[in-house]
């Protein structure tokens, strides 16, 4: 008998074992897989944020890239281009603080997307401009977007790093908004002169880039936007 309850006892402790050990499996499993769906959802988050910055850089230098062709077209001067230029950046530096405060007050995310459809609109609004007031306006609209994606934009992407590598974080951004504005100047300095289907170079270029921007707010709203709104 002793030994009967003692076999039992044994096989009931090695049973007891073998399902912690299944559990202790398990939950590294589900870990690991946690850990997975995490990292894709960052690198998402982190993909459609740096593309932001490449599309906004390279918008900001598209229109002083086609001075020469508005000049033509608008027979605008020298000082009229200088206007399109301090309307552009006196907006967008007073367009910061509002980005600021509206990223702390509502979901950053959102706040992006928005900021992002009005820099998609203005920039339609640029392609098929007939008179240099409508030039003007465009090119405020434009820096307000510019001025109140940009704090959110950065806020997301120190967030979305430790500590100890925000500083690769935003290299990292800076490097992809430099090569947004040397394809947008690349696309206005070969394309804008030419007459392209019927319609003026500069035209083009302007709506080609606002097409760009508005698919990547198409991805952010049904890719990352569920994901930054966390």
Not at 73 to 80: D, G, I, V, Y
Request: with cysteine; proline share 2%.
């Amino acid at each position: 008998r002793i030994a009967f309850v003692l076999a039992t006892e044994l096989c009931t402790m090695s049973t007891e074992a073998r399902r912690g050990a299944d559990s202790a499996t398990k939950n590294e499993t589900c870990r690991a897989a946690d850990e997975a769906a995490e990292s894709g959802e960052q690198f998402t988050k982190l993909l459609f944020l740096n593309l932001s910055s490449a599309g906004v850089f390279g918008d900001e230098r598209l229109l002083p890239a086609i001075f020469q062709e508005i000049t033509i077209a608008f027979n605008a001067s020298l000082t009229q281009l200088g206007y399109l230029t301090f309307a552009g950046a006196i907006s967008q530096a007073l367009s910061y603080p509002i980005g600021g405060i509206a990223g702390d007050a509502f979901i950053r995310g959102r706040v992006l997307v928005i900021a992002l459809v009005a820099i998609i609109v203005s920039t339609f609004w640029l392609a098929f401009s007939q008179s240099y007031v409508s030039l003007l306006l465009a090119k405020i609209v434009n820096g307000i977007g510019i001025g109140i994606l940009v704090p959110p934009l950065q806020s997301l992407v120190g967030d979305l790093h430790d500590q100890s590598r925000r500083g690769e974080g935003f290299g990292t951004m800076v490097v992809t908004g430099i090569a947004g504005a040397i394809a947008a100047s690349f696309l206005a300095t070969f394309f804008a002169g030419d007459e392209i289907l019927g319609f003026e170079g500069w035209r083009v270029v302007l709506f080609l880039w606002g097409s760009l921007l508005a698919l990547l707010a198409v991805g952010l709203l049904t890719v990352a936007g569920p994901a930054l709104d966390k």
